[in-house]
């Protein structure tokens, strides 16, 4: 079906208003000089990139893109676990744990942080254990609430199938749930990722020294009205996630359910 | 929706058990340790306990409704244009912008305050443009403005590629069963999307509304970045009491930080109830 006139105005209207802070922000990464009453910059500079290299910021934004990617990984290979788990449940007891799995979707970060630092001090070991399980504790329902959807609506025939041929419940997971969900890997990680990359109070309120994240570096920058290196660390930090998403498709493109390998 | 398999063995059980536990242990650690400091189990020397009392003293106070209604005003506004956002591209079957909406939701809310703020701040791209076409001196900063206008762009700007994700993936299930019926009926596109799409879908609308405006509601980041600090939002009073020099304060953030909770778990089950309805088309 053609789109009409009215959806084509409606999608440049809603492209250009979106376009307009992302553009703002390129230029302020770019600008060298900028006096206001020009609508560009007078001289444009990659200084503030130069500056994110030289000055070590960099390792701190792959710490972070790393400690994020094992979140992530995490909350897919628990929200499956958890999904597999919730189809094999009584329905009653499901809709429970199912409330309780989701309940991180709704909660207040700060106030939760705020709770739960005292039981964190009390607990022993170093902070950076502890961050990683809350930021599981966050980014879980993200993976979850696309993982389990996919469960119950694609592939019992199969599991039953798996069943009535004797394999026990492990292998099934290994063998055919797992598989089944490839194609929905992608948006669950994506999600628990981005959740996971962009916490700021989390690493900021019980984190230690070396839990200090990139979200963390820009925040003094925008509070001291550093604009251009603001702008760079941003556009840097979103850059990252959609170039390692964009890679991760590009590997995982060509392999679907119905036509992987069977390894014997 | 598919009948559920019967359970198999102990494996049932505990596929869920690591998820349950983190999940369900944190939440109880939260809220034992905001129960323990809010009604005064730690109760300073010199005084009585008050059990409940920090509660009651917190709602008589005007500072705390003043910042519910800024919170909530701001809240409010912020999830209805985000709303509208999803569902006028999302209804309108817009298919293109794919990467621009991947890079907004994978921008972090620092990063987001950072991009309103050099587009609608003071000096900032929106305020030259507006200096050079309209010849207009004055300073136009759209960003720590008491009305929270900054802090409505951002999380329009965050919330609304969101909703149109998950409004596109409601709708083309509907979509699908009864666009050709519609069509059949010789209904228009508005009168498709008025009188079948939107009656339809308005339980899994409002579960994405739910999570929307509780998120925007109790959050930190884009009232801190973008607001003022009078009137201030629930986040940002909560850790100014908790990070008081008067200890006593603390018991007062823990309150509301419990009412902000349990709000958070009222809201969780309405989801629940709303989003079940919206799986079973």
Redo the contacts between chains.
């Keep these: 079906m053609r789109k009409t006139p009215f959806e084509h105005f409606v999608q440049c209207m809603a492209l250009a208003l979106f376009l307009f802070p992302l553009g703002a922000l390129l230029l302020w990464s770019l600008a060298a000089d900028w006096p206001f009453g020009q609508a560009l910059p007078g001289r444009f500079s990659a200084r503030a990139y130069v500056y994110l290299l030289k000055s070590g910021d960099w390792l701190i934004l792959f710490k972070t893109f790393i400690f994020s990617a094992l979140v992530a990984a995490s909350c897919l290979f628990l929200a499956a676990l958890s999904s597999s788990a919730l189809m094999r449940a009584p329905r009653r007891l499901a809709v429970s744990l199912e409330t309780v799995l989701i309940l991180p979707l709704l909660m207040p970060v700060l106030s939760f942080c705020l709770g739960l630092q005292a039981f964190l001090l009390n607990l022993p070991g170093g902070p950076t254990l502890k961050i990683f399980i809350v930021h599981i504790y966050f980014s879980f329902p993200y993976a979850f609430i696309i993982i389990y959807p996919a469960f119950l609506n694609n592939g019992q025939p199969f599991i039953l199938a798996a069943r009535n041929l004797g394999l026990s419940g492990p292998q099934i997971f290994r063998h055919i749930e797992w598989p089944m969900i490839k194609s929905f890997r992608r948006p669950a990680l994506f999600l628990a990722f981005t959740v996971s990359y962009g916490q700021y109070f989390i690493n900021y309120f019980l984190g230690g020294p070396a839990d200090v994240n990139f979200p963390m570096l820009m925040a003094p920058l925008l509070e001291g009205s550093e604009r251009p290196l603001a702008a760079a660390y941003a556009i840097v930090h979103a850059l990252a996630a959609l170039a390692a998403f964009w890679l991760y498709g590009k590997t995982n493109r060509h392999v679907t359910f119905a036509n992987r390998k069977h390894k014997p | ?2 009948g ?6 102990p ?6 058990a ?3 536990l ?3 242990g ?2 109880a ?6 129960a ?1 400091e809010s009604l005064c189990v730690y109760v300073q020397s010199g005084e009585t306990a008050r059990p409940c009392a920090y509660y009651a003293a917190f709602l008589t106070s005007p500072g705390f409704w003043q910042a519910l209604a800024y919170s909530f005003k701001t809240a409010a506004v912020s999830s209805v244009l985000a709303m509208a ?1 999803g569902i ?2 999302a209804a ?3 298919r ?2 794919g ?2 909406w ?19 701040g003071d ?7 507006i ?2 076409f309209f010849a207009f001196d004055g300073r136009l900063n759209l960003v720590h403005d008491r009305r929270g206008l900054g802090v409505i762009l951002l999380y329009v ?1 965050k919330a ?2 969101f909703t149109l994700i998950a409004c596109d993936s409601l709708f083309r299930r509907i979509t699908r069963q009864y666009s050709s019926v519609a069509a059949g009926l010789g209904l228009s ?1 508005f009168e498709f999307f008025r009188h079948i799409l939107l009656p339809l879908s308005r339980r899994g609308l409002l579960a994405i509304f ?2 929307i405006f ?2 925007i509601l ?4 884009g009232f801190y ?1 973008l607001g003022v600090s009078i009137p201030s939002s629930l ?1 940002e009073l ?2 100014r009491l ?1 990070s008081s020099a008067d200890l006593s304060r603390r018991a007062e ?2 309150a ?3 009412l ?2 349990g709000a ?2 009222i ?3 309405v ?2 109830s709303a ?2 309805a919206k ?1 079973s088309f």
């Design positions: 929706m598919p559920r398999l019967r359970k198999h063995g494996y049932g059980a505990l596929a869920a690591p998820a349950v983190i999940i369900g944190l939440t650690a939260a809220l034992l340790g905001i323990k956002a006028g591209l309108s079957r817009s293109g912008g990467f621009l991947a890079a907004i939701i994978a921008m972090s809310y620092v990063s987001a305050a950072v991009a309103m703020y050099d587009a609608f000096r900032g791209w929106l305020a030259r443009l200096n050079i700007f609304a590629p596109p739910l999570v509780v998120f109790f959050s930190y980041e970045f986040g909560s850790l908790y953030a823990m509301l930080s419990g902000m909770i958070a778990i809201c969780a089950a989801y629940r989003a079940d799986n």
